[in-house]
């Protein structure tokens, strides 16, 4: 008799998670568990844990399915998970299994191009985001030498909350994953229409579904079929169009080296850091 994978184990989907938002990121989950269960898989999580950080401390062993930044995966995250599929979002700024950082200033802004920030007040969600301060710091790197470039920075750990920051002109600009800016557009929009975007940074691969290292393979392999068939099902078509989700297509960590690559031209060229 062949021993069904076990299961269990933690579900989140962390990135996306503006309040508005829970009724679609639950319907995902209930796919995506339907999905495994009709692989066999049986005692999965009934609901999504909605209070798990974008960036905790670490992937928890039992970590079934969740969704983690490409950047901290190469970092604080490295060895802890295994990659289950990258999204194609059709959101702007998206081409096939990638998205950008976006640098977000108020729609009556007088800022034409991204040098016109030196000097401004910025703020960015987390020193170990890609998209907000790794490409951000790429893009900028461009443009000074080594020099300080804003006029303040400051850390807050919410991308949305970045947004609304700018919205409300209590902070001059952000940069912001461009499917998080898509979302809150779309959730938000007399907030959202408050802003524009005033410059992309270089892409980069997409948010990946991730689950632990620890998850054994046999799981890890149901995983990905279950992913697959949310993501090109006619079944599940309504389940995609409430998370702009065009596709899930397999990739390995190489495909994130770029992410590091960014890292060190920034370094090279003596703009380190954000500042």
Not at 62 to 77: A, E, F, M
Not at 78 to 93: E, I, M, N, S, T
Not at 216 to 240: F, G, I, M, Y
């Amino acid at each position: 008799m062949t021993q069904e994978p076990e299961s269990g184990g933690r579900v989140s989907l962390p990135m996306y998670n503006l309040p508005e938002m829970q009724a679609v990121n639950a319907a995902f989950w209930d796919a995506v568990r339907h999905e495994l269960q009709r692989q066999g898989i049986e005692s999965l999580p009934a609901g999504l844990d909605f209070t798990r950080r974008p960036v905790p401390e670490r992937i928890e062993r039992d970590t079934l399915l969740t969704q983690v930044c490409g950047y901290p995966l190469q970092t604080i995250y490295r060895g802890q998970a295994a990659l289950l599929g990258a999204p194609v979002y059709g959101a702007a700024h998206c081409a096939g299994p990638t998205h950008t950082g976006v640098f977000v200033v108020h729609r009556e802004s007088v800022f034409a191009q991204l040098a016109d920030l030196r000097g401004c007040n910025f703020v960015y969600n987390s020193r170990h985001s890609n998209s907000g301060m790794n490409l951000p710091r790429r893009a900028i790197a461009e443009i000074v030498e080594g020099e300080r470039f804003f006029g303040s920075i400051e850390e807050t750990h919410s991308q949305p909350g970045n947004i609304e920051r700018v919205a409300r002109r209590e902070a001059d600009a952000t940069c912001v994953d461009s499917v998080t800016y898509a979302f809150f557009c779309r959730h938000r929009p007399q907030l959202g229409e408050l802003t524009r975007v005033l410059a992309a940074t270089p892409p980069s691969p997409s948010i990946p579904f991730v689950t632990s290292v620890e998850t054994p393979v046999p799981l890890q392999d149901a995983l990905r079929n279950a992913l697959r068939n949310v993501a090109r099902s006619d079944e599940w078509s309504e389940v995609r169009s409430g998370l702009m989700l065009q596709d899930i297509v397999p990739i390995e960590m190489a495909s994130y080296g770029v992410q590091l690559q960014y890292e060190r031209e920034a370094r090279a060229s003596g703009y380190s850091e954000l500042k």
